[in-house]
C-alpha cells in the first residue's frame, strides 16, 4: 500500500470520529442552551458511557441512547430503592416514601419504554408526553421526602440524574422537532 493512500484512511477514521464526537458535544451544547435543568458536562459524559452514542450520526440516534441510559438508570434506583427497603431499621415514614418511590420508578421505566416507541414511529407528541411523566417520577420522590422537615432523601443524587437524563431526552426530541 503507498503512504498516500495509508494517510488518506488514517484522515477519513480520524474524520469520521470527530463528526460523531461532534453530533454529541453539538446536541449537548444546543441541548443545555435551551435548558437550564441541562448541565453539558453531564449530558456529554453520561451519554458517552453508553457505547450507542459512539455511533451516532445524528440527534435522533441520541435520544435512543438518551432513553435507553434513563431506562437503564431507572432500573438501577428500582435496585438502589430495594436495597434501601431490606434495612430493618428504617424509620416507617422514609419506608413509606421508598415504597413510592419504587412505585414511581417502575411506572417510570414503563413510560419510557413507551416514549421510546413513540419517538421510533414518530409519534413527537406521545413521546414528549409520556417522557414528561417519568420526568415528574424522579421530581415527585424527591419532594415527598421534603414533606417532613428532619427527612433527608437517600435518592437526592439519584433522582437529580434521572430528571436530568429525561430531560435531555426530551430537548433532543425538540431539536429533532424543528
Known amino acids: 500500500m503507498n503512504s498516500s493512500l ?18 454529541l458535544s453539538d446536541s449537548c451544547g444546543e441541548a443545555a442552551k435551551h435548558d ?6 453531564f449530558c456529554v459524559s453520561t ?10 450520526t445524528g440527534v435522533a440516534d441520541l435520544v435512543k441512547v438518551a432513553i435507553e441510559t434513563a431506562i437503564s438508570n431507572s432500573n438501577s434506583i428500582g435496585s438502589l430503592i430495594t436495597k434501601l427497603l431490606s434495612d430493618k431499621g428504617l424509620e416507617p415514614y422514609v ?11 417502575s411506572d417510570a421505566g414503563s413510560n419510557l419504554g413507551k416514549g421510546e416507541q413513540a419517538f421510533e414511529g414518530k409519534d413527537y407528541r406521545t413521546a414528549n408526553s409520556v417522557i414528561s411523566a417519568a420526568m415528574d417520577s424522579a421530581k415527585t420522590c424527591e419532594d415527598q421526602f421534603k ?7 437517600p435518592l437526592t443524587n439519584e433522582n ?3 430528571y436530568q437524563l429525561n430531560a435531555i431526552s426530551l430537548a433532543f426530541i425538540n431539536i429533532v422537532q424543528k
Request: glycine share 0%; charged share 25%.
Open 6 to 23: 495509508v494517510s488518506s484512511i488514517v484522515f477519513f477514521c480520524i474524520l469520521v470520529v470527530s463528526v460523531r464526537s461532534d453530533v
Open 36 to 41: 437550564p435543568n441541562i448541565k453539558f458536562d
Open 47 to 56: 451519554l458517552e458511557s453508553n457505547p450507542k452514542a459512539k455511533s451516532a
Open 95 to 105: 419506608r413509606s416514601c421508598l415504597q413510592d418511590c419504587s412505585e414511581l420508578y
Open 147 to 153: 414533606e417532613k422537615e428532619v427527612v433527608v432523601s
Open 160 to 162: 437529580n440524574s434521572f
